[in-house]
């Protein structure tokens, strides 16, 4: 292989305690800088699976490697992680500016230096300066996932793990946060792995989609979406759009039955 | 008084508790002069009256010491109950195998090791801090260590994504957390050290020139002085009531900043 894969998995299995297979024989190859969606019926294992790669969780068979290296023993200095949960997870006592600052704060970044990344990515998410100082609580469910991202974004990650971000939101919300998340990607280019059970999301956001089926976990299909970058809202009502959009969908039925 | 929400809250919240007060003291009044009650066994209301502003400089000096040994035994327990707590959240093996034991604390009656804590310490105001730790540093222990330890999952991935130390787990998560679960434990206790500092004194509360309103319960009681004794009582009531409150108002401001509930509403 000319180019090494970023994430390379090898028949990557997780039993969890009592024996229950949240993920068997699981293969997988993703370049630097791609954009890919996992999708799958709840319960599939897909969370799991982005754990392992955010090395939250260790596997129980199989190998998983980043950058050659296992999860567990991250070169945290030449490359960054980062994950965005289903909630926002943001710190109630804090206000936007210090939830966003909190992971530079526990890399040891003194606040000084860190205000210009703030600044950086409150506006690269699309907050504003009145923004800055609201608490948690006063904001809708959308502001909160976007100071969410900013959060994740203000380490500037090479990695990006989202575990179905945006699954709580009203559809509207939904397809703005896609829309902004995929500018921020075509600007930065960090891996993003992405997991959802939301078909359109999964087409509009990647260049390529895994499919999941469930008990257990195991990917079923690999769609590749060709479509360039950027990528226009209105690509949503393409003819194409929709025939990809029914092509994930019969895999995810296929896999299920 | 023309605002309609203070004449509301007047009328809703101050009138019926004071109408009460009269009622109660008309009966009152009216027991000790119609069943013609001996006044060891109940005084009329003025009597007690009599007593309290009689006895008033020994009645301040007594609730100015109850009150310090409430205080100090008070802050003793926020401060060991919240450190102990922060032990406990760092490790399963040490919260389950203390856990027992700080239980036992609270289910001991304070009757059967005052005896010893005489013992250990003597009798006088340190005996009365002690005593008042035991009985209000529980409530502290168990909110926080409930507030410490019940954290939501993710963030603590979150923590653990970021390579966050023990330290920072605690101080920057764990203990901020907390605070409302503190606060919270914090009214319960302040008002069991009250209860303490009058049960210390009861026991231990001799030994200096100086006797707080625990030893002022047992030497009226015991000179059959029932006027003064109910003084006394008043007196204790009034220094706990005056406690909590302060202790509640804290709580609520620190509450209220805390996650900037007052800041834009």
């Given amino acids: 292989m000319s180019e090494e894969s970023l994430i390379t998995a090898t028949s990557l299995g997780k039993e969890f305690a009592g024996g229950q297979a949240a993920l068997a024989d699981v293969d997988l190859q993703i370049e630097a800088g791609d954009f890919v969606s996992i999708v799958g019926p709840s319960g599939c294992g897909k969370s799991t699976l982005l754990r392992l790669v955010a090395g939250l969780d260790s596997p129980t068979s199989g190998t998983l490697q980043i950058d050659e290296c296992s999860p567990g023993e991250k070169k945290r200095e030449s490359r960054r992680t980062a994950f965005v949960f289903q909630d926002a997870t943001l710190l109630p006592w804090r206000n936007v500016v210090e939830n966003i600052r909190l992971p530079l704060e526990l890399d040891g970044v003194s606040n000084s230096a860190s205000n210009v990344a703030i600044d950086a990515s409150l506006q690269l998410i699309g907050l504003t300066a009145d923004d800055r100082a609201k608490f948690p609580r006063m904001l809708s469910g959308g502001m909160r996932m976007r100071v969410s991202l900013a959060r994740a974004l203000v380490t500037e990650p090479d990695l990006l793990l989202l575990d179905e971000p945006f699954g709580a939101l009203d559809d509207m919300m939904r397809q703005r946060l896609n829309e902004d998340l995929l500018r921020v990607w075509t600007e930065k280019k960090p891996t993003a792995l992405f997991v959802t059970h939301n078909v359109a999301e999964a087409v509009f956001l990647s260049q390529r989609i895994l499919v999941m089926s469930s008990s257990p976990g195991r990917i079923v299909a690999e769609i590749p979406i060709p479509f360039e970058f950027p990528r226009p809202p209105e690509l949503r009502a393409t003819a194409e759009f929709a025939r990809l959009a029914g092509e994930v969908s019969a895999a995810l039925r296929e896999g299920q039955s | ?265």
């Avoid at chain 2, 926080?144 to 994504?161: K, P, Q």
């Avoid at chain 2, 008002?191 to 009226?220: H, N, P, Q, R, T």
């Fill in chain 2, 1 to 265: 008084m023309s605002d309609p929400r203070l004449r509301h809250w007047l009328l809703e919240r101050l009138l019926p508790p004071l109408v009460l007060f009269v009622v109660v003291l008309g009966l009152w009044k009216g027991a000790t002069v119609v069943r013609d009650i001996p006044a060891y066994l109940l005084p009329s209301p003025e009597r007690v009256w009599q007593a309290a502003v009689g006895e008033q400089a020994e009645l301040r000096a007594a609730s100015w010491l109850t009150a310090k040994g409430a205080c100090f035994g008070f802050l003793l327990s926020l401060m060991g109950g919240t450190l102990v707590a922060c032990l406990f959240s760092q490790s399963r093996l040490v919260r389950f195998g203390c856990y027992p034991y700080a239980i036992f604390l609270q289910t001991v009656p304070i009757i059967a090791i005052a005896p010893l804590i005489i013992t250990w310490f003597g009798f006088g105001f340190f005996s009365v801090v002690i005593v008042t730790f035991i009985i209000s540093v529980f409530p502290i222990l168990n909110s926080a260590t409930t507030g410490l330890t019940s954290i939501d999952a993710d963030l603590l991935d979150f923590f653990r994504l970021h390579d966050a130390t023990r330290w920072q787990t605690l101080w920057k998560l764990r203990l901020p957390h907390a605070v409302p679960y503190i606060v919270t434990g914090a009214k319960t206790s302040s008002g069991a050290a009250v209860i303490g500092a009058i049960v210390g004194e009861y026991f231990a509360g001799f030994g200096s020139g100086d006797f707080g309103l625990g030893y002022l319960v047992f030497a009226k009681a015991s000179q059959l002085k029932t006027d003064e004794l109910f003084a006394v009582v008043i007196a204790s009531t009034l220094l706990g009531v005056a406690i909590f409150g302060t202790v509640s108002l804290v709580g609520e401001t620190i509450l209220s900043r805390w996650s900037g509930v007052n800041d834009e509403r």
